[in-house]
């Protein structure tokens, strides 16, 4: 995502970061000793943010310093943590409402569950009262997709699809050429065709790292496309049918014959580390991958649509987003900082401090309009967004389905039953079990749930 991922991008994806907080800031609070800056001597109040491990994440720890000088009375704590953990942390926290944090990193599954809970705050009158922030700016789709009964309920801090990344001079070597708009049958023979372990170079990056939103966000992308389904529109469960099976083995097949090694322990941060380090050609992920290239990937990348099959569009939509739990008992300091981390003028600041190549991408209409961005994102950026103009969350399957959802269903249970299913994929990616084994365990606990609806 961008899991789904989102990855991790991933939005939907687990990363390798250590996990890290931000301390009150000594700037800010020598500041403070002093009685300088705008807060002066007032009170000051804290506010934590629970994050996911990304390079977007990392570029906002670096910039909290500047909105400190503006809300010196507002200090920043900010956890961020691995994907998975993420989940889980602040699902326990607004679950069980024992308010740790006052602003968590959600996406496009949680949004509407959770505000139907009555966990997450509706932003709709913060958002209205502050002019500034423009909504109307927002990407239509991804503000959709966060909104619940007609109202936002977290704001993107950066927006993706997925599709597909390769290096032309690798391709090019091989004799191989891509369309904007490859099959995955064109893509597994590229990748088989470059594949060339004894040089260190797999012909393609695919997840294989358990976790709903890691490992299942690529390949429920390609159950799709392929004519699979999770579930029937009588909440049949799904995964041993022709179509599904068929999809799994591809996925599985493709990695062993032309993927990473290791490839069941890869996520999100270990392909983009693997394709910076030029050890794969190709790489079907998050569109927010091609923002965090360097080097030779960044000046030899070429980019696709998601690889399709039956149905045309494939690619994912996940928006890693800040949402307020309704235990929050900070919600304007909160809301302070999470206009200022989405807002246009952040966009800005990233690109000016931190160079244009680290803008978060896919949130605002006016990202696509700077030219300084076009510059250096000109090879993807509209790509981008035609991939997530063309994500259909509510018919993301062939055949009807009883939810909504690309690369998750969305109902409360499938955190659970996703990271399940996918810990027995990753067993056939690793061949410790077979593809048909680890489907036929999958069935079971997909139907499980499904009589829960079926009822």
């Known amino acids: 995502m961008s899991d789904g991922n989102h990855r991790l991008p991933r939005r939907a994806r687990t990363r390798s970061y250590v996990v890290l907080a931000i301390p009150l800031l000594m700037a800010s609070l020598l500041a403070t000793a002093c009685g300088a800056g705008g807060g002066g001597s007032g009170p000051q109040t804290t506010i934590t943010v629970a994050a996911v491990g990304n390079p977007q994440m990392e570029d906002l720890q670096k910039l909290v310093p500047e909105f400190q000088k503006a809300h ?4 920043v704590k900010i956890v961020i943590l691995p994907e998975n953990q993420l989940r889980q942390q602040v699902t326990q926290d607004v679950a069980t409402h024992s308010g740790r944090f006052d602003l968590s990193m959600i996406g496009t599954y949680e949004v509407p569950l ?47 699809s997925s599709f597909l990344m390769y290096r032309k001079d690798f391709l090019q070597a091989a004799g191989v050429t891509l369309s904007t708009t490859p099959t ?125 099959r039956l149905k045309p569009y494939s690619g994912w939509l996940w928006a890693w987003s800040l949402g307020m739990p309704t235990t929050s008992t900070k919600k304007d300091a909160a809301w302070t900082f999470a206009s200022w981390a989405t807002s246009q003028d952040y966009i800005k600041l990233v690109g000016t401090k931190l160079g244009w190549n680290h803008v978060p991408p896919g949130t605002r209409t006016s990202t696509y309009q700077l030219s300084e961005y076009q ?35 969305d109902i409360p249970e499938f955190q659970n039953l996703g990271d399940q299913v996918s810990q027995q994929f990753a067993a056939a990616i690793a061949g410790t079990t077979s593809v048909d084994t680890a489907l036929q365990q999958a069935q079971q606990l997909a139907d499980a749930v499904g009589k829960n609806y079926r009822k």
Not at 118 to 142: F, M, R
């Open 184 to 308: 995955w049958d064109e893509v597994a023979a590229a990748a088989r065709k470059v594949n060339n372990p004894s040089k260190g170079l797999a012909g393609i990056c695919l997840r294989g790292l358990p976790g709903w939103g890691e490992q299942l966000a690529p390949l429920d992308t390609i159950v799709n496309t392929f004519g699979g389904r999770w579930f029937d529109e009588q909440w049949n469960a799904q995964l041993t049918s022709p179509k599904f099976k068929e999809a799994v083995n591809f996925y599985v097949n493709l990695i062993k014959t032309a993927g990473e090694p290791g490839a069941a322990n890869s996520g999100f941060g270990e392909c983009l580390n693997a394709y910076n380090g030029g050890k794969v050609a190709m790489w079907y992920d998050a569109t927010v991958g091609a923002s965090n290239f360097t080097g030779d990937a960044a000046a030899n990348s070429g980019y696709a649509l998601a690889p399709a």
């Open 72 to 75: 010196s009375d507002i200090q």
């Open 114 to 160: 959770w505000a139907k809970n009555g966990w997450i705050q509706n932003l709709g009158s913060y958002v209205q009262k502050t002019s500034s922030y423009q909504a109307d700016d927002l990407v239509p789709g991804v503000a959709k997709a966060l909104s619940y009964n007609g109202s936002l309920y977290a704001v993107p801090f950066y927006a993706e």
């Open 375 to 409: 510059k250096v994102a000109g090879s993807f950026a509209q790509l981008t967004l035609d991939s997530i103009t063309h994500a259909d969350v509510n018919h993301p399957t062939v055949d009807p389905v009883p939810y909504t959802g690309i690369q998750y269903v």
